[in-house]
Every structure is written in C-alpha cells, then in structure tokens.
C-alpha cells in the first residue's frame, strides 16, 4: 500500500497537472523548488561542478520530455533524483570508457571547493581551521571512491535516503545498496586512516 501524499508532493503533483496541460510556469516553478537540492546531490555524486550544472538542466530536460510518463500517485521528487542520479552515473561510464582519468576532475572539484571563501582561519580560531581541514580530507575521499559506491553514500549520508529507496533509485537490489555502503564506509575509514589536521602523521589518508 502506498503512503499518501504529503502537502509538498501533492503541490508538486498540481505542478506537473498544469504543466502538461501547457502551462509553461508551472515546470518552472518546479525547476525553481527543486535546482538547488538537485545541484548539491549531483555534485556530491560527479564531483565537478560545471559538470553538475550541466547534469542538472539535462536532468530537468529529461523530466519535461518525459512528464506525461510520471506516475502522479507517486512524488515527484524522488523521480526527479532517480533521473539525476542515472544521468550523473551514465557521465562518469562514459568518462572511464574514454579512458579519461576522474583525477582530473577530483582535483577540479577540490580547487572549486578550495575557492569557495576564504577557510583559513585566524590563529585563535583552531577549532573551525580542523574542521574545515577535515573536511577538506572528507571531500578528496569522497572523490576517490568508486563511483557507484560514492552515489550510494552521497544519496544515503546527503540525501537521507533508505536502503529500498535507493535501491528503486539504481534498479539495483537492496543487499546490493548495503553491501556498497558498507563498503564506501570501509573505504573512507581506510583512507582517512591517521589523519592529522597538523600534517604530521607518520600515517596519510590513503589515495
């Protein structure tokens, strides 16, 4: 038995109503609710950020040609992430079948990352320099995993997402979604193995 509609997805459910209907708007209304969110899943998973955008209006060029396809006693979310997420995945196949190497786009991701703002902070203020080091460390893991295991903890850890969700997500059997967890799990640990905030373990994170 399916579980009702909560308010949000019964709005997005109107959306998608006006929409085929020829109300231009009303997609765009959806584009607006949900770019940001989308943007952040597909980043996590492709580790790029003008290959994210580019996921992103791909993905949402996706739901419009094939809206009349959706299923309106479902959410529309999840949908739209299963949609995004193939995508994302179909990208880096396609980037290892050219042999292109994903360091490259690590290191772009990281440079994005590091260009943010300003993360060095001042000599009082130790505590927010660790954490954004850690994070750092967390980031440059997160780019070296497996792409099939990084899209299980990204939409698990990111997204909240339960192990049947995702499985529905990936066509891929719910052991399957555990059993690359756990194995993203055990990945990050090896690899953050003896960090050091300071730089001065005998002991890095293992690339």
């Known amino acids: 038995m399916r579980t009702p509609l909560d308010e949000s997805a019964l709005a ?9 209907a020829g109300d231009r708007g009303a997609f765009e209304d959806l584009v607006r609710k949900y770019h940001h969110q989308l943007l952040r899943l597909l980043h996590g ?4 950020q003008e290959e994210a955008e580019d996921l992103v209006q791909d993905t949402f060029l996706r739901a419009f040609r094939n809206l009349d396809r959706f299923d309106l ?6 949908w739209l992430w299963t949609l995004g997420t193939r995508l994302a995945l179909h990208l880096i196949a396609r980037k290892e079948r050219k042999n292109v190497s994903l360091e490259a786009a690590a290191t772009e ?7 943010d703002g300003p993360w060095l902070g001042t000599l009082r203020d130790v505590e927010r320099l660790e954490g ?5 460390a967390l980031s440059d893991a997160l ?4 792409p099939h295991h990084r ?3 990204v939409l698990r850890i990111l997204e909240g997402r339960s192990y049947e969700e995702i499985g529905q997500m990936l066509e891929i059997p719910q052991g399957t979604v555990m059993s690359r ?3 993203a799990r055990g990945r990050l640990r090896e690899m953050l193995r003896g960090w050091d905030p300071q730089g001065e373990t005998n002991e890095p994170p293992v690339r």
């Open 12 to 20: 997005d459910a109107e959306l998608v109503r006006r929409s085929l």
């Open 45 to 48: 998973i492709a580790r790029n």
């Open 73 to 78: 006693s479902r959410p529309f979310r999840p």
């Open 109 to 115: 991701a990281d440079q994005e990352w590091r260009s």
């Open 132 to 136: 954004e080091l850690l994070q750092r």
């Open 143 to 146: 780019d070296a995993l497996e």
């Open 151 to 153: 899209a299980v903890m």
């Open 181 to 183: 967890m756990s194995r």
